[in-house]
């Protein structure tokens, strides 16, 4: 497995906008997949985005609930860092949000490495 360090969430108002950064500690990959789910108290637990990447190419997918209004990205800097951009946010957005590596992207399943999840609350 490998260790995911995450950092943002918070509190959060509704219309506003989120920045979820998770990080592999002390590796970086030429290959491999980064993602993120959410989990609300009472519901199951929900693919939100994903980004996966080879030395030639990148490919990404985004959860229907947060499709248009999600964007991750690879940083261009920090290449073991992955950043979840969250706009225009609604109250039903309000979770935890679990890092995941290798996750199939195409798919939404999970992989087995997970962060330590990060409350996000978005107040209306």
């Known amino acids: 497995q490998v260790q995911l360090v995450e950092s943002g969430g918070g509190l959060v108002q509704a219309g506003g906008f989120l920045r979820l950064t998770c990080a592999t500690a002390g590796r970086t990959f030429s290959t491999y997949a980064m993602g993120w789910f959410r989990q609300a108290p009472g519901k199951e637990r929900e693919f939100v985005a994903g980004?996966?990447?080879?030395?030639?190419?990148?490919?990404?997918?985004y959860g229907d609930s947060v499709k248009g209004r999600a964007t991750i990205l690879r940083d261009n800097d920090k290449k073991n860092t992955v950043n979840l951009h969250l706009d225009l946010l609604k109250t039903e957005d309000t979770a935890v949000y679990y890092c995941n590596g290798g996750l199939d992207v195409s798919s939404g399943r999970p992989g087995d490495s997970w962060g330590q999840g990060t409350q996000v609350t978005v107040s209306s």
């Open positions: 980004i996966s990447w080879t030395l030639a190419s990148t490919y990404s997918n």
